[in-house]
DNA sequence: ACTATATTGAACGATCGGGTTCAATCAATC
DNA sequence: GATTGATTGAACCCGATCGTTCAATATAGT
């Protein structure tokens, strides 16, 4: 039998956790890859287990069971998606006191945002997070409450403090706000991706995104029209005339 | 061995589908409940035949195999439930033509609108096509886009076209306006109920729908004032007073 | 009554998959 | 070197599940 040759052994500092660190990593990728192809239900252990390169008993060694992996499969995976998505709200800085500001590109900002975020949301991962989520939200409720925990509201609650201070919108509730924003940029989102089986074309984002943030400033920030404005004013004078309906 | 009595037989004119109307109705109402409990992968056809009160090989005889239940129970379920919040749709009868119309409510026939399309949403039904869908998506790309075709793309168009003819609303695309008056409505659910493991209750709904069509007028139809619209510029005011950062 | 179709309870075949055991080997620490 | 924990390939256990077969019974149409 051949030598063997294996990584470092988890020091004492991570006594929570057992085996070895590069083994827990192998396998919680190759549970993404997993998840990906056949959800949680009919994705095998011991698929996984090669996929990552390990004997099947390590992943037991590591996680227990196939329902403790999927369980921090999913926290970790959450928490990891929100962290990039609240360090891309960083574009929306709090506006200088500097008067009126040509400096200011509210839309802008809003935009580069919105795109870093479903940026974030696009990944395999993200797509793969959202779809076990909806899968397994009947199995296990617990874990939906901890996930939008760590993930969702943690993004929704930077963004509100964001839009509260970013400064020449008129928001009633930064919370709401926050939610239609959410809720604007990503949309399309769903249908236009597949859910996220699907590759969206650079100019299908872009068309998204625009849409989204000029509604967006259209109700919160109705001073600063967006360039469409008298566009349309004037689809609705084009349809009143056409006086057909779908 | 007791005498055993059942319904009538299918007649030719339905020859495409094998076996008695009454017995397919109650295995599709079975897999309903089964499919919410397990969803696709871990419900079995032999728990699906008893809740159903039928033989396995009669749910063999109707469709064949699993797989081929599974996409007649998306697909008849989709069109159903598109069906139901299209005929919501009604209540966006288009204005008539008499004037600037105190008879006009716009504000509140959005909000019946709304209220009736989610409430479609919000049955059992409804969640349990969604998840099964994204949970599937991968497994089965075509039927996420027949499902689309039936389902959303439907309302989408029925309410693009009714909003387009509505009156008094400003329109660059009825298409986009369609699409953020849906996320605006919906963008609170998955979270409000837990991916529809909860019970969403009355008031949470009716403040998520408020918010939703005053955005959404504030957009499209900003010469009409929702009632919040003092209350967001103070509010901006007390932000900019407090200079705290979430 | 006759015929054809549908249904049934029981049983089966083939395969599967989560979890476990084992003894040998490896790696890190003292 | 000794000790301890981690890993390994191979094998195992046991319950499960999709799909099928069978002969008897029921039902609907002619």
């Given at each position: 039998?051949?030598?063997r040759r294996y990584g470092c052994r988890v020091t004492a500092g991570t006594a929570a956790r057992r085996g070895r660190i590069d083994k827990r990593a192998a396998i919680?990728?190759?549970?993404?890859?997993?998840?990906?192809?056949?959800?949680?239900?009919?994705?095998?252990?011991?698929?996984?287990?090669?996929?990552a390169g390990v004997a099947?008993p390590t992943v037991y060694n590591h996680f227990?069971?196939?329902?403790?992996?999927?369980?921090?499969?999913?926290?970790?995976?959450?928490?990891?998606?929100?962290?990039?998505?609240?360090?891309?709200?960083?574009?929306?800085?709090?506006?200088?006191?500097?008067?009126?500001?040509?400096?200011?590109?509210?839309?802008?900002?809003?935009?580069?945002?919105?795109?870093?975020?479903?940026?974030?949301?696009?990944?395999?991962?993200?797509?793969?997070?959202?779809?076990?989520?909806?899968?397994?939200?009947?199995?296990?409720?617990?874990?939906?409450?901890?996930?939008?925990?760590?993930?969702?509201?943690?993004?929704?609650?930077?963004?509100?403090?964001?839009?509260?201070?970013?400064?020449?919108?008129?928001?009633?509730?930064?919370?709401?706000?926050?939610?239609?924003?959410?809720?604007?940029?990503?949309?399309?989102?769903?249908?236009?991706?597949?859910?996220?089986?699907?590759?969206?074309?650079?100019?299908?984002?872009?068309?998204?995104?625009?849409?989204?943030?000029?509604?967006?400033?259209?109700?919160?920030?109705?001073?600063?029209?967006?360039?469409?404005?008298?566009?349309?004013?004037?689809?609705?004078?084009?349809?009143?005339?056409?006086?057909?309906?779908?």
């Amino acid at each position: 039998m051949a030598r063997r040759r294996y990584g470092c052994r988890v020091t004492a500092g991570t006594a929570a956790r057992r085996g070895r660190i590069d083994k827990r990593a192998a396998i919680l990728e190759a549970a993404l890859r997993t998840f990906i192809r056949d959800g949680y239900g009919l994705a095998r252990v011991e698929a996984i287990a090669e996929l990552a390169g390990v004997a099947k008993p390590t992943v037991y060694n590591h996680f227990g069971d196939k329902e403790t992996l999927f369980r921090v499969f999913i926290l970790d995976g959450a928490s990891r998606t929100s962290d990039h998505m609240i360090a891309a709200l960083a574009a929306l800085a709090a506006l200088a006191d500097d008067g009126d500001g040509d400096g200011d590109d509210l839309a802008g900002d809003l935009s580069r945002v919105a795109r870093e975020v479903i940026d974030c949301q696009l990944t395999e991962e993200g797509w793969v997070l959202q779809r076990l989520m909806y899968a397994e939200a009947a199995r296990f409720p617990d874990l939906f409450d901890e996930a939008l925990a760590r993930g969702g509201a943690r993004l929704h609650n930077a963004l509100a403090g964001r839009l509260a201070h970013r400064g020449r919108l008129e928001l009633a509730d930064p919370d709401t706000a926050a939610a239609h924003f959410l809720a604007l940029i990503s949309g399309d989102l769903p249908a236009l991706s597949a859910l996220g089986t699907r590759k969206v074309s650079d100019a299908e984002l872009r068309t998204a995104i625009a849409a989204g943030v000029d509604t967006f400033l259209l109700a919160f920030a109705p001073g600063r029209r967006p360039a469409g404005r008298d566009t349309r004013r004037g689809w609705r004078a084009a349809a009143m005339d056409s006086g057909n309906r779908t």
